[in-house]
């Protein structure tokens, strides 16, 4: 019976210990801005994954706080313990893909099954490319591959090589561009998200990002028409050379 006792003992110790290890590790993490996460509710949609969590070892979170993040669609369960640094919170954030409006929700530039990254750098630095992609996930500006396509410019439009040639001559200016879509990412930040090529390209670059309120599919060709904006930084990767801002859809 004794020693049926000191072993219940023995073991309650050991998990005090580990538990005040894993304590002390949070700590130190949160003092690097890291974040430690465990998952309670996993929703896909086409493009992202939201992340219902609770996060450890941060006093300023409440244990009855619902916090809910989104980053780019990837592979996740429930229990899964998960790390990020940094986000771009939005407030009453609408997803009409889910028909479901949250009170916040934290978009993330990169989450990760590992906090290692914090011992590498910057989280918006060189670890982005160190890390395996099965073990993180990234969100932010994508890298968009350059297809083959020809397509000339609409009458009275520019060709996005001659954009990016002359981006200063256009700044603030409102164009017309014609391309095929390549990318649809709709409701971040409140805007629909497109990116287009005409198979023009000036020193690199040839996929124009455009904000609108409209809606596209991949492989159509579209004329847009909106205002021009240069180095525009939204934060955590989200930085666009050029943008085509509001822009519409001409028929």
């Known amino acids: 019976m004794r020693s049926k006792f000191l072993k219940l003992i023995f073991i309650a110790l050991i998990a005090l210990v580990a538990c005040k290890s894993n304590n ?89 099954k590992s906090s290692e990254f914090a011992t590498k750098g910057s989280a918006e630095g060189s670890e982005h490319h160190e890390m395996n992609i099965s073990d993180s996930a990234m969100a932010g500006k994508p890298n968009i591959a350059k297809i083959e396509v020809k397509i000339d410019a609409v009458a009275g439009g520019i060709t996005i090589a001659d954009l990016f040639a002359k981006k200063a001559d256009y700044s603030g200016k409102t164009i017309k561009v ?47 028409e909106g205002k021009i904006a240069l180095n525009k930084d939204f934060g955590f990767s989200y930085f666009y050379e050029v943008l085509m801002e509001d822009a519409k859809i001409i028929k």
């Open 24 to 112: 002390s590790k949070q700590s130190e993490l949160l003092k690097l801005g890291v974040h430690t996460i465990i998952v309670q509710e996993v929703v896909h949609t086409s493009e992202y994954t939201y992340l219902r969590y609770k996060e450890e070892g941060n006093p300023a979170v409440k244990e009855n706080d619902i916090l809910w993040c989104a980053v780019t669609r990837m592979e996740s369960k429930i229990g899964d313990t998960l790390y990020f640094k940094g986000g771009y919170p939005m407030k009453d954030f609408a997803s009409k893909e889910l028909n479901k409006t949250f009170k916040e929700v934290l978009f993330l530039d990169f989450i990760s």
């Open 178 to 224: 014609k391309g095929k879509v390549t990318k649809f990412s709709p409701e971040i930040m409140g805007k629909n998200w497109i990116h287009i090529q005409d198979g023009t390209e000036s020193n690199g670059k040839y996929d124009l990002t455009v904000t609108t309120a409209l809606t596209a599919a991949v492989g159509d060709i579209v004329i847009l």
